[in-house]
Antibody, heavy 116, light 107 residues
């Protein structure tokens, strides 16, 4: 069974940093692109970033470029999102997801709250 | 970036109703469009990919159509488990962008 379990969310002050983790199991992690998608409270979905199987390609939404870094450790079956210079507008539930055309798997999400 | 719009933003319908949701892209995306369903407090779930292909395990009451800039999602006979928010998403070009969502609730 495919499982994606996020962790690392919490309350952080504006300008602070947080590192999200996603532990993957039930599939060959190193064979898939992986993504982060977020959802602000009561709002819609926003794709944040994704990363190629070997980490050689990474893409970001403009609003996080230069502040967020996506990475992965295939030996640990883990996906990460390092978030720096956090802003109030980054407050959201962050989902780890494996999305390919013909199937998708999502974690349960981890809440990041940026507030003083 | 490609902007996605959806209409209506919300609708009220009864069990058994036929429901149609429209999605429009700000530029042509061929058929690189997916539809997701999200229930409160839950992660989204993909229903349709490539504008009209049903994901495995998704009931045939869901159908999608369209190409280029205009797309529709139809639920042929609404059931209680279908009350949710529906999002379209283009994956023709980076960044993948979602529509603002259509909330379907009970009349």
């Amino acid at each position: 069974e495919v499982q994606l379990v996020e962790s690392g969310g919490g309350l952080v002050q504006p300008g602070g940093s947080l590192r999200l983790s996603c532990a993957a199991s039930g599939f060959t992690f190193s064979s898939y692109w992986m993504s982060w998608v977020r959802q602000a409270p009561g709002k819609g979905l926003e794709w944040v970033a994704n990363i190629k199987q070997d980490g050689s390609e990474k893409y970001y939404v403009d609003s996080v470029k230069g502040r967020f870094t996506i990475s992965r450790d295939n030996a640990k079956n883990s996906l990460y999102l390092q978030m720096n210079s956090l802003r109030a507008e980054d407050t959201a539930v962050y989902y780890c997801a494996r999305i390919v055309t013909t199937e998708d798997y999502w974690g349960q999400g981890t809440l990041v709250t940026v507030s003083s | 970036d490609i902007q996605m719009t959806q209409s209506p933003s919300s609708l009220s319908a009864s069990v058994g109703d036929r429901v149609t949701i429209t999605c429009r892209a700000s530029q042509g995306i061929s058929n690189y469009l997916a539809w997701f369903q999200q229930k409160p407090g839950k992660a989204p779930k993909s229903l349709i990919y490539a504008a009209s292909s049903l994901q495995s395990g998704v009931p045939s009451k869901f159908s999608g159509s369209g190409s280029g800039t205009d797309f529709t999602l139809t639920i042929s006979s609404l059931q209680p488990e279908d009350f949710a928010t529906y999002y379209c998403q283009q994956y023709n070009s980076y960044p993948p962008t979602f529509g603002p969502g259509t909330k379907v609730d009970i009349k």
